[in-house]
């Protein structure tokens, strides 16, 4: 597992060129293109399992999904940042993509620490120093549980039906 | 309960007699804007759509801007498949290319009005609070969902009060005022938040305020709002909008605010955002004399008949700098043919600009003025992100129409006041 360490105001142009927005839409065109000019050394070395840590208001601008659709795909396990934008932060729930707001465990990391996970418990381990985040609230709960907005919304129109 | 703006659309939206910060509503917006993204939009849910229909065809108002007229046969085939799309769901609001940028049209048509909640699949959604509605940028797949239900939820949000204090002087903008608003508080200082505008705001037109309210989410807010005035009702009185299918929302005097923020607008010069983030803002005297070599008017934070019209006055009987190239773009057909008929254009021209058609043209980097490595971009436009203008060793300056005019004549970032005073 790789830690890819990124600083503040991480904006969507970054994470994907605006220019490819209109011809790029699905997983298989995104990825080549992701993190482009932030970091072209990403897309080829990212792998499943990976984690992003980033600075404060990480995926700030567009509202393009091409960022979060792109990442998730490559397996990015979580993006844990000291702050989201808020169209990111909703794009990444409605996509199933984790994210974990925890500035004092950004602070914390040094190059090479160990980072796990405790999703359940909403804990996170950095180098044996433990940081609790918040859990999302049920109503958001309940999207990332159908495994995403269009899964949930296909549920809720069953159910009407 | 005293409210916020945001708390009391919020509250009236999903129902309920008030409401509270970090509370979550489900709500039902009156419009959903959607453009270019259309495309992959309905690609989501062709099923679903073919299944259970659209929610309601008043529901979308889908403008194609982005990328117009078409660039590639893949742009093409997208605004194809809206086209079809919209005959198919009889979508009521639809314009086509060469109409104007969305969010201009959205204000111009009278679709946003004064209370209303839009929600739309571009991040300047926050425009309409020029108007005094509640508007809010979401993604794609959230309008897919949209498209099907009509509904979604929203976090009520924390509310930042802004006091604008005194008036601006002469050759400083409502540009030069976001851009130094958003200097100081950083790019994300209102994430989540909805702000609202207080104070001497009566000296700030509506299109002023769209310059304004556009701007909003590059500090990170959720929406960013003037409240009814005079201003206000004349513009839409202007627009022929009845004033009976309006309903004015004004937050309460003793309503919670996360932050107050108060601003003295005599103070403030022309300014200039810095690559590559928009809060790095500079005085335009600090960066004053550096080489540029294309300068961009228009877009859906500076392209209205004000905007043109300031760029005419510092550029009649002028030409643009030999170095320069100068592209114009009226944001909507309606302001391009106000323009042709105050001469205007004819002035732009005359001075050595290219005109395009009414769109977000080179502001997103697909094409129509992309920057070579090295090139430098002064523009009126409301992002100077690393690689926006198709470029990813380009920079870009932001800045208002009258900087950008009086740098393009020179070649070089002026400060404006300086051909004023000639």
Same mark, same amino acid.
């Given at each position: 597992? #790789?830690?890819?360490?990124? +600083?503040?105001?991480? =904006? $969507? ?16 065109? /995104? ?62 729930? =409605? ?15 040094? !190059? ?29 709960? *309940? ?19 | 309960?005293? @409210? ?7 509250? #009236? ?23 270019? =993204? ?42 194809? =498949? ?47 609070? *020029?108007?005094? *509605? ?5 993604? %794609? ?18 509310? /930042?009060? @802004? ?36 104070? !001497? ?27 009814? !005035? ?11 909008? !009845? ?48 080489? /540029? ?10 392209? %209205? ?19 320069? %190239? ?20 004819? $002035?732009?021209?005359?001075? +050595? ?58 070649? #070089?970032?002026?400060?404006?006041? %300086?051909?004023?005073?000639?």
């Amino acid at each position: 597992m #790789k830690v890819w360490k990124y +600083g503040d105001n991480i =904006n $969507t142009d970054m994470l994907f060129p605006g220019k490819y927005t209109y011809t790029c839409s699905t997983p298989i065109e /995104i990825k080549p293109h992701l993190l482009e000019d932030l970091d072209p050394s990403f897309a080829n070395a990212v792998k499943e399992g990976d984690i992003i840590l980033a600075g404060k208001n990480f995926g700030c601008g567009s509202s393009r999904e091409q960022p979060v659709v792109g990442l998730k795909a490559v397996g990015i396990k979580a993006v844990v940042a000291e702050s989201y934008a808020r169209i990111f932060y909703r794009s990444s729930i =409605n996509q199933g993509l984790l994210l974990i707001e925890c500035p004092q465990a950004v602070k914390a990391y040094s !190059d090479g620490d160990n980072i796990s996970l405790d999703l359940e418990g909403g804990k996170i381990n950095i180098s044996r120093k433990i940081f609790s985040f918040p859990k999302l609230p049920k109503e958001i709960l *309940a999207i990332s549980k159908a495994g995403g907005l269009l899964e949930y919304t296909r549920e809720k129109l069953k159910k009407k039906k | 309960m005293a @409210m916020t703006f945001a708390e009391k659309i919020l509250a #009236k939206y999903a129902n309920k007699k008030s409401v509270i910060p970090g509370e979550i509503v489900t709500v039902h917006p009156d419009h959903l804007l959607t453009h270019d =993204n259309t495309a992959a939009i309905i690609q989501k849910i062709s099923k679903e759509l073919d299944e259970y229909g659209i929610f309601s065809r008043q529901l979308p108002i889908i403008v194609l801007d982005h990328v117009i007229p078409a660039a590639s046969e893949k742009t093409a085939l997208n605004h194809k =498949n809206i086209r079809d799309f919209v005959k198919k769901h009889r979508i009521k609001h639809f314009f086509d290319v060469g109409n104007g940028v969305c969010h201009q049209i959205v204000v111009e048509k009278g679709l946003a009005l004064p209370g209303k909640l839009l929600l739309g699949s571009d991040s300047h959604t926050c425009s309409y609070g *020029a108007i005094a *509605a509640f508007s809010s940028g979401i993604d %794609r797949t959230e309008s897919a969902a949209l498209m099907l239900t009509g509904e979604t939820w929203l976090k009520v949000p924390q509310t /930042i009060k @802004m006091e604008l204090n005194g008036k601006l002087a002469k050759g400083v903008y409502s540009k030069d005022l976001i851009l130094y608003i958003i200097g100081k508080i950083s790019a994300s200082g209102a994430n989540y938040c909805s702000v609202e505008f207080h104070g !001497d705001v009566e000296q700030f037109s509506v299109e002023d305020r769209f310059t304004i309210a556009n701007m909003g989410v590059e500090m990170g807010a959720k929406n960013a709002v003037f409240m009814v !005035d005079d201003v206000t009702r004349k513009y839409l009185n202007y627009l022929k909008v !009845d004033p009976s299918s309006y309903n004015a929302v004004y937050p309460d005097i003793n309503a919670e605010y996360q932050e107050k923020l108060s601003y003295d607008l005599t103070k403030i010069s022309p300014q200039v955002s810095c690559p590559h983030t928009v809060d790095n803002v500079k005085p335009v005297s600090e960066i004053e004399g550096l080489e /540029i070599q294309q300068c961009l008017i228009g877009t859906c934070t500076n392209g %209205r008949i004000s905007d043109l019209q300031i760029a005419a006055n510092l550029l009649r009987g002028k030409k643009v700098h030999p170095d320069i %190239r100068l592209i114009v773009l009226p944001a909507s057909k309606q302001i391009f043919e106000d323009a042709l008929q105050n001469g205007i254009i004819e $002035t732009l021209v005359k001075a +050595g600009g290219v005109i395009l058609p009414p769109g977000c043209g080179p502001c997103l980097g697909a094409h129509q003025g992309v920057l070579a490595p090295g090139e430098r971009c002064l523009s009126t436009a409301n992002r100077n992100f690393k690689g926006r203008m198709g470029c990813k060793d380009a920079e870009i300056y932001l800045a208002s129409p009258a900087t950008v005019a009086a740098s393009a004549i020179h070649g #070089k970032i002026t400060d404006p006041r %300086r051909e004023m005073k000639k």
